[in-house]
């Protein structure tokens, strides 16, 4: 006997804050964009609906093309500089008392500073006549220069994001390594494990939930970044360290190009949202179902 | 595969000063090869301290554990070659049932197909091999300390096995199954077991000797039996037993022994030291008798519960209260009425500044 669960409609009601502030915060805005990538408005009294037009032109657009290029080596380049040294980097703190402390507050004075800042405080640091790094290394020979040479302001701007970031991957593992309780380690001594195979059996698996977050927001993050570029070369050399965004505000702020920067907009959102779907899912995976053919050797 | 025997004290303070700065009192043990022991005692005692120095995982402040004559005090777990599970399950989230079992065989470079050989023995012995292939994250609380106890037992050439309350995670029927195995599992492959754990029920089954701990002093080495009918220590009258012995403060005068304003008559051959000590029963040898007995105490009684399988009787006496387990077939006195307990008897133990007297 099935009873019919009473249905009330006015609970709808309830929901209806929930939707107004999603409406305004998110909804409202991206339409606007859907709207501007929908149509050529030549003034504010005239416009085209145009269709797909401004998406295929993006789609085509050579210069965009070597943007995303650009983009995904950059973050790639990020994630696997970052993690890897941010793993290092809260494996050799210490654990407790006052050293653990001091040792926090250091390593975390990066990740206060605000991201102009950080750009200016490069473009001192590698300035070839008076920058503590530039002129050193000029004076050991190289002839290091970030706003003549692509590759140097690549690395640069590279070298610039580990300085920034790699401190809040740190702290995150460092949480997850404080979290693994001692018998573990205890455990591990009595069973003979190797230092290496304490680090690939214990502390990784236990970290895997804040390596995720730390990945997930490093490459968000790193996808996304304009401000220290911009401040420390502008996008150059030539386009050596254009990257998305600031290829987008060249193109809806600078030259006004409203309708294909909408476009791309959204394209690049998409692009986000995948890139981010893709990691979550293969992390998930990793350490879960991976293991499972092993067992059946 | 060893002898093991201590001669050692350790403090968690660097400079300790007196006997409460010692997690654990000068002392000396032996464990025999091959044996089957327990380390009883209340939480703090210094049980888990005592084994985690043997085991290598912390080194004492001074003295010798010594492994068939070698001092090996300051050598790590590894190079001790001594297997340890621990009160909750640790297991390797990301390995399979079989590659858990199999860790500390690969940690020490064994023949694959001589880990692949024992993992399946192990399995088999502790019921897990339905469950080989399977993700050990993935298993219930109980199967994964079964994990961890087939890790301690999984390498055949251990100098011993130490066990830190393991069954405190698993289910009653399932701990009573499990204690039974392990018992199984010593008289089959002939290792040397050492059982930590707060349980007197646990150790008094699992244990061939069980040593009894407090306040960082082993109080007593003894078999079930010695426990019971001889504690060494008022503390070891007091744990073991359910209720613990009766303790009744005397003085001895020649052949009479003051107690509760009586004075009790003892048994020919019993000397006594003059002066103040201390009488225990325990209330398994507490009988009623008659009026007057010169072996016996007035009380009048204040709880009588009937548990089944005795009646469990609790009498006052002045300010002293006695505890007696009677037979239930016999008839109980009531609450309020006045009865006559023979306290003294062949099981009577006597104490002087809580030890035994012999």
Redesign the interface.
């Known amino acids: 006997m099935s009873t019919t669960k009473p249905v009330n409609q006015k609970a709808w009601w309830l929901v209806l804050p929930v939707v107004i502030c999603v409406a305004f915060s998110a909804v409202l805005p991206l339409m606007t964009v859907v709207n501007y990538s929908l149509q050529d408005i030549i003034s504010p009294e005239r416009r085209v609906f145009v269709g797909t037009e401004w998406f295929v032109a993006a789609m085509r657009d050579e210069e965009l093309h070597g943007a995303l290029w650009r983009q995904l080596t950059f973050s790639l380049a990020v994630l696997a500089v970052e993690i890897p040294l941010g793993i290092m980097l809260a494996l050799s703190m210490p654990a407790k008392g006052w050293k653990a402390s001091a040792v926090l507050v250091v390593v975390s004075l990066s990740l206060l500073i605000p991201w102009n800042v950080v750009g200016t405080i490069w473009q001192i640091y590698g300035r070839a006549d008076i920058g503590l790094l530039g002129a050193m290394l000029q004076k050991m020979g190289f002839d290091y220069s970030y706003t003549g040479n692509a590759t140097h302001a690549w690395i640069t701007v590279l070298t610039m994001d580990v300085w920034h970031w790699t401190p809040l991957v740190a702290l995150l593992c460092y949480a997850g390594l404080r979290s693994i309780p001692d018998a573990y380690y205890q455990a591990a001594s009595i069973d003979g494990a190797s230092r290496f195979a304490v680090f690939r059996y214990i502390q990784l698996p236990k970290m895997r939930g804040v390596l995720m977050i730390a990945v997930l927001l490093r490459f968000m993050d790193s996808f996304m970044i304009y401000t220290e570029p911009f401040v420390l070369t502008g996008g150059g050399p030539g386009n050596a360290t254009t990257f998305l965004s600031e290829y987008l505000t060249q193109k809806a702020v600078g030259q006004f190009d409203v309708g294909p920067a909408a476009a791309f907009s959204l394209i690049y959102f998409l692009i986000i949202l995948l890139l981010c779907f893709i990691l979550y899912n293969w992390m998930q995976r990793v350490g879960t179902a991976s293991k499972e053919g092993a067992g059946h050797e | 595969m060893a002898r093991i025997d201590l001669d050692l004290a350790h403090s968690y303070q660097p400079d300790p000063r007196q006997d409460a700065d010692y997690a654990l009192l000068p002392l000396k043990m032996s464990f025999a090869d091959g044996g089957a022991y327990a380390l009883l005692g209340p939480s703090g005692c210094g049980k888990t301290t005592m084994l985690n120095i043997m085991?290598g995982?912390l080194a004492p402040s001074r003295g010798t554990v010594r492994f068939d004559g070698k001092d090996v005090a300051q050598l790590?777990?590894?190079q001790r070659n001594?297997?340890?599970v621990?009160?909750?399950p640790?297991i390797?989230?990301?390995?399979?049932v079989?590659?858990n079992l199999a860790?500390?065989l690969r940690?020490?470079k064994m023949p694959e197909d001589q880990i692949r050989k024992r993992v399946g023995e192990i399995a088999e012995m502790l019921e897990l091999s339905g469950q080989?292939?399977?993700?050990a994250?993935d298993l219930t609380a109980d199967a994964k300390q079964k994990i961890?106890l087939g890790?301690g037992l999984v390498r055949p050439d251990v100098s011993a096995v130490l066990f830190d309350e393991p069954l405190t995670v698993i289910d009653p029927h399932l701990k009573w199954q499990l204690r039974r195995k392990l018992k199984q599992i010593h008289h089959e492959l002939k290792l040397t077991l050492i059982y930590v754990t707060h349980d007197q029920v646990e150790a008094l089954t699992f244990a061939e000797q069980v040593i009894v701990m407090t306040r960082g002093k082993a109080v007593q080495v003894g078999s079930a039996d010695a426990l019971f009918e001889r504690p060494q220590h008022t503390f070891v009258g007091h744990f073991i037993g359910s209720p613990g012995m009766n303790f009744l403060p005397a003085r001895a005068r020649g052949r009479a022994l003051d107690v509760a304003g009586r004075t009790l008559a003892l048994p020919p051959g019993l000397a006594l030291p003059e002066g103040e000590l201390k009488l225990g029963i325990r209330p398994e040898y507490v009988a009623l008798t008659a009026a007057e007995d010169p072996a016996a105490l007035p009380v009048t009684v204040a709880q009588a519960l009937d548990i089944g399988t005795h009646v469990l009787v609790t009498g006052q006496c002045g300010e002293l209260k006695i505890k007696a387990r009677l037979n239930p077939e016999l008839e109980a006195p009531r609450c309020g009425d006045t009865a006559w307990l023979r306290v003294i008897g062949p099981h009577t133990c006597f104490y002087q500044n809580e030890e035994l007297i012999p």
Not at chain 2, 92 to 96: I, L, P, Q, R
Not at chain 2, 132 to 135: A, C, E, T
């Open positions: 085991s995982l790590s777990p590894q001594i297997a340890q621990f009160q909750f640790v390797y989230d990301t390995m399979t079989a590659d860790f500390p940690n020490r080989l292939g399977r993700r994250a961890s890790r």
